[in-house]
Structure formats: C-alpha cells, structure tokens
C-alpha cells in the first residue's frame, strides 16, 4: 500500500509556505511496468506528489524549499511564463514541463528528460494523446542532448537507448526509432534490452504507437524458451538486416 504524509514546505524563492502531500511508501506491486519504465498502478498512482508548484510564485521542483540554479531568472522569463499557463495541458503536466525548463537552462539535461516523460504520463492518464505525443518528442531530444553531455538517464546505458526508441515510437518517429536501433543494436550486451528491441522493431513495423509493457517481451522470450525455438536475434547482435523499412 501507499503512505502519504502532509508537510509544509516554504518557496525558496517567494517565501510563501505551502501544504503539500508527500509519499512516506509506496510499492511496485500490480503488475509490469512500460517500456518507457512508468511503474505499476500503485506507484504510478503518486505521481502527483513527484512535483511541486509554488502557488505564488509558481516556481516548480521535486522540493521547492531547495533553490535551484538561476531559478528566479528562469521563472521571470517569457517561456516559463507561457508553460506554467498553458491551458492545453493539465496543470501537473505543466508543472513537470516547468520543472524541465529550469533542469534544461541549469544543464541538468537528465533530470529534464525525466520531468518531461512524467509530463507525458500525466497527459496519458488525462487521455490527450496529441499532447502526451508533443512531450514524448520533447523528451527524446532532450535525452539526446543528454547523451552528448555524458548525462546518462539510466543505468545501465543500454537502457537508456530502450527509453529512447520507445519515445520515438509512441510520438510517432518511425524511422529515427529503426534509425537508433540499427545504429544501437549490435552494441546491445544486455540481453534483456536487447529482445525489448527486438520487440519494438515489431511494433515499429506495424506502425504501433500504443503503450506496451515490458513484461510483454519477456513471455515472448518465455515462450519461445518452453517451445525450443531461438531466441529472436540472440543469434544475430551484429546484424539488424530484419528491420525492415
């Protein structure tokens, strides 16, 4: 079960102090979690508390009582401004989106990719799925960035590389997710991403864009296994020729 606890918390950068919710425990029970790593229903369910939006000056960080670099200058300015406003998204999501902005001007690439997937997840569970598509996009530049800053938003990196070929896919990129795994795939040493690939290349040639669990390759593994039959690409790490365009 979750334990929520309400503390009070004062604005770092305003002053004003606010109640907030926060989670004391929580557990991963309920099923498998997405490719994109959002838990199960009992975990994903805290989200609202990952979070916190100042009510006065609308500062947005996991902790508002912990200044965060060049935060006043980034919360005066006209993006921020037009974010934390922004009537299509719901007020959560835009608070992640915030968080983002102030993680991006502070070069915490990693940590902005992560408030922009959470923006995602918000946005799927309001069902807006163009929206939740623009943060997916969003998310898998940002995470590339990250990359080229030696940022990693997972560990192992392997990883993070399964993260990003299914942000591709679910906003839609088709080609730059055959494109990653093509140029990815040989180098893959972990086996188990290296079949949740594997199964996003199948998604990818059916145009999939839909939310998968990772526990939905794993059976196929499973299955193959009890029936004898090889594992898909086990065989094949240096090659990707059965992607097909």
Not at 31 to 37: A, C, E, I, N
Not at 131 to 153: F, G, P, S, W, Y
Not at 212 to 227: C, F, G, M, V
Request: aromatic fraction near 6%; charged fraction near 30%; proline fraction near 4%.
């Amino acid at each position: 079960m979750t334990t929520v606890i309400n503390e009070k918390f004062r604005c770092s950068l305003c002053g004003k102090q606010t109640q907030y919710t926060c989670i004391s425990s929580t557990n991963t029970f309920g099923g498998s979690p997405d490719l994109d790593t959002r838990p199960p229903k009992m975990q994903r369910q805290t989200i609202f508390a990952w979070v916190q939006r100042c009510p006065k000056c609308g500062y947005c960080a996991s902790d508002i009582s912990t200044d965060h670099p060049a935060a006043q200058a980034v919360i005066s300015g006209q993006e921020y401004k037009d974010q934390l406003n922004n009537p299509a998204y719901p007020e959560l999501a835009a608070s992640f989106l915030c968080k983002a902005i102030l993680d991006r001007e502070s070069k915490e690439f990693a940590a902005a990719t992560w408030a922009i997937i959470h923006a995602a997840w918000v946005c799927d569970d309001s069902d807006q799925t163009e929206e939740a598509m623009t943060c997916r996009r969003k998310a898998a530049d940002t995470l590339q960035i990250a990359e080229e800053h030696n940022q990693r938003v997972a560990k192992p990196d392997a990883v993070g590389t399964a993260i990003l070929v299914d942000l591709l896919r679910r906003s839609g990129q088709f080609e730059q997710a055959r494109k990653t795994i093509e140029a990815r795939r040989s180098i893959i040493a972990d086996d188990m991403v290296a079949q949740i690939l594997d199964f996003e290349t199948d998604l990818l040639n059916r145009r999939d864009i839909s939310c998968h669990t990772i526990a939905e390759p794993l059976k196929k593994i499973e299955r193959a296994k009890n029936r004898g039959l090889p594992i898909q690409g086990k065989e094949n790490k240096k090659s990707n020729k059965s992607i097909r365009k």
